[in-house]
Structures are given as structure tokens and as C-alpha cells.
Antibody
């Protein structure tokens, strides 16, 4: 069973960079896409982006100028950096696996395994 | 971006009730839709993919249907553990987008 665990600071100052790491256990990171999704308190889910082990990335255009994702296959980890944060970036940040699922002859990626989430608060 | 809407935003129901939630995409997404369940304080749980395929281990009282722009999630007989918020999500194109959620609570 694949398990994911987020780690990183729970408090970040405005204008600084938020940095989170997701550690994958129970499976290799050398497959699938690996995603970051966030949820502001009391609100809905927002996809931030995803990355493959070969460092193919897809970012949400609304955040693209501030987002960098990376992967460390030796540690089975992937990471998120979000720069120039403001209070609007306060959220629970989830890492997730984007598993490949097929219908007929076509396939797409869905978020099938999630970490427990980590609350990141942006405040001075 | 493809906008996802859901209705109702909340529904009050009793154990044993049949509950139906609707999700609509702002443009056609074929069958590339998923449903997730989120209990308070927990991560979302993957229920259904490709609009109607049940993820392994998900109870058969959950079912999904639809294609194009209109989709439904049905819980045939609500159980106590089903009281949660449900989100739809399109996987047809980037950026991936979620619906605003439908909260199912106890009547």
C-alpha cells in the first residue's frame, strides 16, 4: 500500500518561500505523476501541479510563476517550493499520487493516494 | 480553465436514504471525471474514476454516471460513515480543477 507523508515548516513569513517535501513509501517514485493540492481553511481543493520521476512537470497557470517542483528518486521524495507567499497561500497542503486509469483505449491520471496533509500558515 | 460546479452545495439526509449529487463541467470532458470523499480533518479519498468506475475497495452503494458535461454521484443507501463532503474533479485537461464540494450531513 502506497503511503505519502508531507513535511516542512508550518509557519512561513509573508514574501518568503514555502518549502514542503513528500516522502513516498510502499512503492517506487519511478512511476506515475506526483502532485501537490492545497485546501484553504474551510474551502475547496486547488491543484497546484505535478511532476514525474523524469522531471516532466505540469503547473497550474494561476501559480506557475511562483511554483517549482522537484523529485529525488534516491530518497523516494518529491518537493514543492512556492515563492513570495501571502496570507492567501495559507492552506492545508496535500501531496498525492496521480495514478493512471484507463477507460476503453484511453487513459488519464487521477489522485488515488493522498498524504494526510500539512497546514501551512503565512503570517509574520 | 474548465470550471466545475456541483449541486446541491449541501444536503441533509438520513441513514438509508438515497442521495444524488450533480457535477457539471463548463465544457465537455468526455468521461474524465473523478469523485472524492472528504471527512472532516482528513485527506480526500478516491471513490470513482472515468465517471463510473469504482475504485478498488469502495462499497458498491456508490455509483457514478454521465459523460460530456453532466455527471452524477449516487449513494444508494446512506451509511453513517458516508456523512462527508464530496468533490468532483476533471482530468480531461490542465489545469486539473475540482468542484466546490457537496456536504452531506445528518438530517
Amino acid at each position: 500500500q502506497v503511503q505519502l507523508q508531507e513535511s516542512g515548516p508550518g509557519l512561513v513569513k509573508p514574501s518568503e518561500t514555502l518549502s514542503l517535501t513528500c516522502t513516498v513509501s510502499g512503492g517506487s517514485i519511478r512511476s506515475y505523476y506526483w502532485s501537490w493540492i492545497r485546501q484553504p481553511p474551510g474551502k475547496g481543493l486547488e491543484w497546484i501541479g505535478d511532476i514525474s520521476y523524469s522531471v516532466d512537470t505540469n503547473y497550474n497557470p494561476s501559480l506557475k510563476s511562483r511554483v517549482t517542483m522537484s523529485v529525488d528518486t534516491s530518497k523516494n521524495q518529491f518537493s514543492l517550493k512556492l515563492s513570495s507567499v501571502t496570507a492567501a497561500d495559507t492552506a492545508v497542503y496535500y501531496c498525492a499520487r496521480a495514478g493512471r486509469y484507463c477507460s476503453g483505449t484511453s487513459c488519464q491520471y487521477f489522485f488515488d493516494f493522498w498524504g494526510q496533509g500539512t497546514l501551512v500558515t503565512v503570517s509574520s | 480553465d474548465i470550471q466545475m460546479t456541483q449541486s446541491p452545495s449541501s444536503v441533509s439526509a438520513s441513514v438509508g436514504d438515497r442521495v444524488t449529487i450533480t457535477c457539471r463541467a463548463s465544457q465537455g470532458i468526455s468521461s474524465w471525471l473523478a469523485w472524492y470523499q472528504q471527512r472532516p480533518g482528513k485527506a480526500p479519498k478516491f471513490l470513482i474514476y472515468a465517471a463510473s468506475s469504482l475504485q478498488t475497495g469502495v462499497p458498491s452503494r456508490f455509483s457514478g454516471s454521465g459523460s460530456g458535461t453532466d455527471f452524477t454521484l449516487t449513494i444508494s443507501s446512506l451509511q453513517p460513515e458516508d456523512f462527508a463532503t464530496y468533490y468532483c474533479q476533471q482530468a480531461n485537461s490542465f489545469p486539473r480543477t475540482f468542484g466546490p464540494g457537496t456536504k452531506v450531513d445528518i438530517k
